[in-house]
């Protein structure tokens, strides 16, 4: 199973560049994709950013040419730059991973979510 536990959320001013980081542990084969979610007061979660095991990145119009993931797969670890932030980018933001477990099928974890406010 792997667990995630995000880090570098908390109060941002809107001309910031803050980075969130997603580190993953546990026992696994692999992890394939991860990604970033968000979810807002009142909304449902939604896909902030993907990369795949090989780099490949997918992006939320929302956030296109503002945010960037990126992951280091020596470390497990993912991270999410963002800039030219928006009011509308406050949220809890989850980290996810699509792994496969030594056993069994493909699997997927969320972690806590860290909190992300922006501020202008």
């Known amino acids: 199973q792997v667990r995630l536990v995000e880090s570098g959320g908390g109060l941002v001013h809107s001309r910031g560049s803050p980075r969130l980081s997603c580190a993953a542990s546990?026992?696994?084969?692999?992890?394939?994709?991860m990604g970033w979610y968000r979810q807002a007061p009142g909304k449902q979660r939604e896909l902030v950013a993907t990369?795949?095991?090989?780099?490949?990145?997918d992006y939320a119009d929302s956030v296109k040419c503002r945010f960037t993931i990126s992951r280091d797969n020596a470390k497990n670890m993912v991270y999410l730059e963002m800039s030219n932030l928006k009011p509308e980018d406050t949220a809890v933001y989850y980290c996810?991973?699509?792994?496969?477990?030594?056993?069994?099928?493909?699997?997927?974890?969320w972690g806590q979510g860290t909190q992300v406010t922006v501020s202008s």
């Open positions: 996810n991973a699509d792994y496969l477990p030594l056993r069994g099928w493909g699997n997927s974890s």
């Open positions: 990369v795949s095991k090989g780099g490949s990145t």
């Open positions: 546990g026992t696994f084969s692999s992890i394939n994709y």
